[in-house]
């Protein structure tokens, strides 16, 4: 039986969405190559530039670049970096959760500690303990401000993988005084991330790893966060509004230990890994 034209067009339609609806993973790399900085799409070996902003509309273009020829740069240049205090059960002694962080705890750290892949963590000379924190961060895509959690994700771009590297005196010890964690979450260095943004994903089911020196440290499914992406994202945007390129670091699980000079230290996420070498200042 043929249909009559105008349900023939709107049954495409229907098809058409769905199928542009549909996950579609990609890896998407921020690169530099021959003096320009571009955008690219990891397949295999080779980076696949494209054209147009990965905000907006975009296009692959017929350019191809081997991966072992680019340098890597941070996934985004945010104008706001978050940091979730207290987001996994195993952080927090897998006892009951404590009243203050039934309520999401996100705090600042600086844009100016961002570091690629493969960058050098530097231990400031007068630090004396210096965490790995491994973490999966959020990028967000669109702006952003009072988003339920039913819609949160929609503003979601992808994720990364991050390294939310914490001086745990300057952090702790009241000693020193210090009122906010600026310099113990925010000192130059002490935010890796990339090396790639995944896209098309389920970001509440993945595997973060901590390797240090190619020793397993910490290990977790971001199923067990206790405020999930949704959630962490609507909260944060009912006071502040988030812009294309912002990043979310969503908490770290289990316990941290000590970097120190030499080291190496890979975040994991699923298949893809943020490697930084450690130095001493």
Known sequence: MR???????????????????????KTFVRFRHEGTTAWGLVKGDMVHRIHGS????????????????????????????????????????????????????????????????GAPIVLPADSSQVHYEAEMVVVIGRVCRDVSEEDALEYVLGVTAGNDVSERVWQNDADRKDVQW??????????????YLLTG???????????????????????????????TVSFISQYVTLHPGDLIFTGTPGRT???HDGDTVEVHLNDMILSNPVRSE
């Open 3 to 25: 249909l009559p034209l105008h349900t023939a067009v709107f049954t495409l339609f229907l098809i058409t969405a769905a199928l542009c609806s549909a996950d579609d993973p």
């Open 201 to 231: 994903i389920d970001y509440d089911d993945l595997r973060l790893r901590l390797v240090l020196n190619g020793e397993t440290k910490q290990e977790e499914s971001t199923s067990r966060l206790i405020h999930d992406v949704a959630s």
């Open 182 to 195: 600026w310099r113990a979450k925010g000192s130059d260095t002490f935010g890796p991330v990339g090396p």
């Open 54 to 117: 990965i905000y907006g509309d975009w296009s692959e273009s017929d350019a191809r670049i081997p991966l072992s020829s680019v340098t890597i740069l941070t996934p985004t240049e945010p104008t706001q970096v978050f940091a979730m205090a207290g987001n996994y059960r195993s952080h927090l002694n897998e006892g009951p959760i404590p009243e203050k962080f039934r309520t999401p705890q996100p705090f600042l750290k600086t844009t100016s500690c961002l570091i690629p892949h």
């Open 257 to 259: 230990g000590a970097l």
